[in-house]
């Protein structure tokens, strides 16, 4: 009876966190999860990015999944993964903070990025998660930046 409770938490996730391998790389497993619909929000694409954002737009709709059984410190996984342009809502959805971003546009597609970025993006997201182990470690943006850098120099 020592033991502390651990919190569990649901995680609306609607772009590259619907893959299972990268969630496996964050959390070291795949949580169960079930389909779900975040009414009056739009997924965008974001140009320059292979990951989504999403707004509040009445009439909308996007599809995701619902992670389930988080714990604490997976969800400061996550959290950190999103980095700090992203807010928190009460279902967990991470949420795009400038609504007035210009370089949002159209409908981000989870199949194309999968057949696209997939690949890269979990690499991306292992040199993530090493430096997350790191004591100073960087923001996601500044690991996502200095990768997709490194990826265009080599083409």
Known sequence: MGEAAVAAHNVFVYGSLLSDDVVRVLLNRVPPSSAALLNHFHRF??????YPAILPVQNRHVSGRVLMGISDP????LDEFEDESSDKLQAHAYVWRNTSDPNLYGDWDF?????VHKESFIKMTMGF??????????PIGATYESFYQQDDAEK
């Open 45 to 50: 694409s974001i140009k320059g990015r292979v």
């Open 74 to 77: 997976e969800l400061h996984i």
């Open 111 to 115: 199949v194309e990025w999968k057949q």
């Open 129 to 138: 998660m090493e430096e997350l182990e790191l004591p100073e470690s960087k």
